[in-house]
């Protein structure tokens, strides 16, 4: 689908297409903005009747649809309430925007024209990530309705300065597009290695990549990510990224780091049948860490950042790992893994330590889709995020409010601590029935040293069964706008 933002102004009554008009919510009922009222009037007060007649108050996401209107060259006009101008903020024009390309996609029209004074580039950007779909794999007409719309025009006020906003929105989206992209993909399209090929298309993007296989990981003693994945056939891979975008290369980098577990089992600790396809998607960590790292590259985000993602494969097989069995790890301390299927935390010890071993970071943030526990905690709406610095835990959720990309922080502490202490190892890797994702941070954060770090788990918030405003049902590529706006928010030179 192709977006443009151009200068509103002139007669709208030749507008060809469909045509997306707004109103505000009064005491009284509803104000067309302009555009609409031109329109009204052009087509002898046919929007009006049909608003009066569908009780339309201009309340936020209201719709009224007028076909082939008279006086007018436009085939369909929609309507959509805004709520009040002082209500009509950012967020809230990508929200409409999402809303009404939704509205339309289907309609059998080909080009959709906007007309909005405000935050257009924000509406642009929901009209982008509202009409995303996950359809590659569709091979007959009837198997998916293909969408008619090809072309949509913005209509706006200071069009230059929204085309600009747009481009650099424009790379952000790319970012949660990629994220989207990789944790649709079943697990026998996306498993490690070529997980890590997709990744090095970063490359074009002047993100330089490094790519530890299990040979230079047994050098580093990475036993822990290493035990989830001795019973698939894929090799366990680790990727790190580089995005040194700050005038001071050597200024300390920020780090990012992410669960890849491209498919998850649950490993001899075999998970229930039943829902079990959707564990394609337990690698959301990951993904919104290269979907975060591809946004921060395209807009030459002035910063440091280094992401890392350990990619790995947990299948029961006859070299799988055992309930019982203790590994090591990279920082010395040893695991008894209770539960092969509480395996993401695995991974992420041996990353999280490698990060902060080697690149010595201002802080760590990591992803992961970890616990069932925090869906019944927070549902799908906000992510729990477990820290031990509370300034950047302020940031974060800053940068969520942001972005709609919410965060709410969760305790930890020693009571939890204790939870995961092993009668034969240093620790074990779950904590019992109570506050599980709680004590799975808990082991992380045994990882972490005095290094600032966040733990975010998006168990919850990384594919949804029902779409929203911006996002169909499925991947909704989470934590890629949280972290591309905490760094500009924050960290930027």
Not at 284 to 300: D, I, N, Q, T, Y
Not at 370 to 386: E, K, N, R, S
Not at 406 to 419: N, Q, S
Request: aromatic fraction near 6%; include cysteine.
């Amino acid at each position: 689908m192709n977006i443009n933002i151009q200068e509103i102004s002139g007669d709208y009554s030749n507008i060809e297409g469909a045509v997306v008009l707004f109103a505000l919510s009064t005491e009284d009922g509803y104000e067309f903005r302009p555009p609409a009222v031109q329109l009204d009037e052009k087509s002898n007060g046919a929007l009006s009747k049909a608003a009066n007649a569908s009780e339309f108050k201009g309340k936020f996401g209201q719709m009224v649809e007028l076909l082939a209107p008279s006086g007018v060259a436009a085939s369909r006009i929609l309507l959509v309430g805004i709520g009040t101008m002082e209500g009509f903020t950012a967020l809230k024009a990508e929200q409409i925007g999402g809303k009404a390309i939704h509205k339309l996609m289907h309609s059998g029209e080909k080009n959709v024209t906007i007309l909005i004074g405000v935050h257009a580039a924000h509406n642009a950007m929901g009209v982008r990530l509202r009409s995303y779909k996950f359809d590659k794999y569709y091979t007959t007409e009837k198997n998916v309705k293909k969408p008619s719309v090809e072309t949509v025009t913005i209509l706006t006020l200071e069009s230059e300065a929204a085309k600009a906003e747009f481009s650099s929105l424009s790379k952000i989206a790319d970012g949660v597009i990629m994220a989207r992209n990789l944790v649709s993909e079943p697990g026998n399209v996306l498993y490690p290695e070529s997980y890590a090929e997709q990744i090095k298309e970063l490359e074009q993007l002047g993100v330089e990549i490094e790519v530890l296989d299990e040979d230079a990981m047994e050098e580093f003693g990475m036993e822990s990510i290493l035990g989830v994945g001795q019973g698939s056939s894929s090799e366990t891979l680790m990727v790190i990224m580089k995005w040194m975008g700050s005038k001071d290369k050597n200024a300390q980098p920020l780090a990012l780091v992410g669960k890849g577990v491209t498919f998850d089992t649950g490993g001899i600790s075999l998970k229930p049948g039943a829902g079990m396809e959707d564990m394609k998607f337990d690698m959301g960590g990951s993904a919104a860490v290269v979907g975060a790292m591809k946004a921060l590259a395209g807009r030459k985000a002035k910063a440091n950042v280094i992401g890392i993602v350990g990619l790995v494969e947990n299948m029961p097989s006859g070299t799988a790992q055992r309930p019982g069995d203790v590994v090591s790890s990279m920082s010395g301390q040893t695991i008894e893994v209770i539960n092969t299927d509480a395996e993401g935390r695995l991974v992420l010890a041996d990353c999280l330590w490698y990060c902060q071993d080697k690149y010595k970071p201002k802080f760590m943030i990591d992803l992961a889709t970890l616990t069932g526990a925090m869906l019944v905690a927070l549902g799908q709406d906000y992510a729990g995020i477990f820290s031990n610095d509370t300034d950047l835990c302020d940031q974060l959720t800053a940068a969520g409010q942001a972005v709609d990309e919410p965060v709410w922080r969760m305790p930890i502490g020693d009571g939890y601590d204790k939870l995961i202490n092993s009668d034969i190892a240093d620790m074990k890797n779950v904590g019992g029935r109570y506050a599980g994702s709680i004590t799975a941070a808990q082991f992380l954060q045994r990882f972490v040293n005095e290094t600032p770090w966040v733990h975010i788990d998006i168990a919850g918030t990384a594919w949804r069964q029902k779409p929203s405003d911006i996002a169909e049902k499925g991947a909704t590529g989470y934590g890629v706008r949280l972290l591309d706006r905490l760094v500009k928010d924050n960290y930027e030179d």
